[in-house]
């Protein structure tokens, strides 16, 4: 079955970088699309960045919130069955709990399977 | 940026009653809006797509309506494990997609 598991999240300083990955199971990758959402503390769900299915053009096109634009970049790679969302200048206001989901078809833009989220706190 | 706002923010209800959550989208969304259920502690759950269509495996007490601005996701018959923050979710207008602040529904 789809399965989906984030690792790398953790504690770094305001300014610093963070790599999350999401490593995916039970479907093809490169067949659907992926996003990252967030959701703060006590906040709802913000989408932060999506990389399509694109066929085979895959991994040219990234759409970002405008919140992490120029700050986050979203990647795949197919081979390793894992998606990545590089984070670099991270703020206070990033400090979240990051979710990979999956695109329900390859161009659907609804969520149908999400991981269980990894924390990234940022702080000083 | 398409603004969804859900309301009440809080649903107080006994089992086996109906849940009736209210999303309402700043523009006209068509019918591209769905519905999550999120629990503590895990990952959000698709139930509605398409503003009426069920996700694999959603029970039928789940069902979901409306189209432009003014969408309603219904449970038919509250059972204890609905307890939940439910969401709305717009794909018509993006980027960004955006999603409205959530409904709590909890037991009496």
């Known amino acids: 079955q789809v399965e989906l598991v984030e690792s790398g999240g953790g504690v770094v300083q305001p300014g610093g970088s963070l790599r999350l990955s999401c490593a995916a199971s039970?479907?093809?990758?490169?067949?659907?699309?992926m996003h990252w959402v967030r959701q703060a503390p006590g906040k709802g769900l913000e989408w932060v960045a999506l990389?399509?299915?694109?066929?085979?053009?895959?991994?040219?096109?990234?759409y970002y919130a405008d919140s992490v634009k120029g700050r986050f970049t979203i990647s795949r790679d197919s081979s390793r069955n894992t998606v990545y969302l590089q984070m670099s200048s991270l703020r206070v206001e990033d400090t979240a709990v990051y979710y990979c989901?999956?695109?329900?078809?390859?161009?659907?833009?609804?969520?149908?399977?999400w991981g269980q989220g990894a924390l990234v706190t940022v702080s000083s | 940026e398409i603004v969804l706002t859900q309301s009440p923010a809080t649903l107080s209800l006994s089992p086996g009653e109906r849940a009736t959550l209210s999303c309402r989208a700043s523009?006209?969304?068509?019918?591209?809006l769905a519905w999550y259920q999120h629990k503590p502690g895990q990952a959000p759950r698709l139930l509605i797509y398409?503003?009426?269509k069920r996700a694999t495996g959603v029970p039928a007490r789940f069902s979901g309506s409306g189209s432009g601005t003014n969408f309603t996701l219904t449970i038919s018959s509250l059972a204890p494990e609905d307890s939940a923050v439910y969401f709305c979710?717009?794909?018509?207008?993006?980027?960004?997609?955006?999603f409205g602040q959530g409904t709590k529904v909890e037991m009496k």
């Open positions: 039970g479907f093809t990758l490169s067949n659907f699309g």
């Open positions: 990389t399509p299915y694109e066929g085979p053009y895959e991994g040219t096109i990234k």
């Open positions: 989901a999956k695109d329900l078809g390859n161009a659907w833009y609804y969520l149908d399977y």
């Open positions: 523009q006209s969304v068509s019918s591209f």
């Open positions: 398409d503003a009426s």
């Open positions: 979710q717009q794909r018509s207008n993006w980027p960004p997609f955006t």
